[in-house]
């Protein structure tokens, strides 16, 4: 989240080194920063790509790069907490030069989806006298509440019963709370959502299967565009922790 002013978000893949002219030229033409971008990265495979999208970011004017992190290494073995804290101090530090910094976020199919994992990188990148910027895209964790397929990622369901962990926004203690009150949340995607989000069963993978289902709109569609009842009212609970955050940065200030 960064109040001031509009955020135009791009996604920078290896080829946009070519189109950075053109964004330049349409940001200046209508007035519309470029104030952050963002890519999904496998590391030991795209590492040199991250700190080139982050340096493409510094030259459109990006204030913040949104980071995804796949969960497995380029040789195939489950990232550990030290390595991804790490890579972030790397990327952190040749952010903080440039003028573009990273954001790690939190994000299906990747190591974030494990949300306990994402305090223990915080603690071990602020151990190090770094800030921990994370972004917060909250629909990851609305959409896992009451579904019984989501419980069984990441051992969810037992982290639940046991009380290491709180979804529901409503709940004092939740994790979206948690991340917003520690001062992590620099960036935030406002993608709405409700709990035990219907799948996406319209749209299909190249296998086939249908994907996990992480977006509901925000307002009613027209007829044929939805492929499910369409319920305003579900989407308290994404909505909360939208307020959350705002009051939070209004209190605190943190820009």
Known sequence: MYPAGVICEIMADSGSMARTADLET??????????????FYRLGKDD?????????GAKLGSKFHNVQIFLHHSDGHILSDNEIAEKYLEVYEFGEKIGCLPCFEIHINMWSEDFL??????????????????????SHVIFKIDNKEEMK???LKNQL?????????????????KWINQGLIWLMHARSVIPNNPKNIKGHHPNGTVGRGVQYPFIKPLPDQFHTDWDGTKLVHWKEVVKKILKYHFENKQF
Request: net charge negative.
């Open 161 to 177: 019963i046991n009380k290491e962990i709180i979804l529901d926004p409503f709940i004092t203690g939740n994790v979206s709370e």
């Open 48 to 56: 040199d790509l991250l700190k080139e999208n982050l340096k493409l």
């Open 117 to 138: 994992r994402i305090e223990s990188v915080a603690n071990i990148v602020q151990n190090k006298g770094a800030v921990y910027r994370m972004t917060l895209d909250h």
């Open 26 to 39: 349409l940001a200046e033409k209508y007035d519309l920063p470029i104030l952050c971008g963002g890519w």
């Open 153 to 155: 990622m990441f051992d």
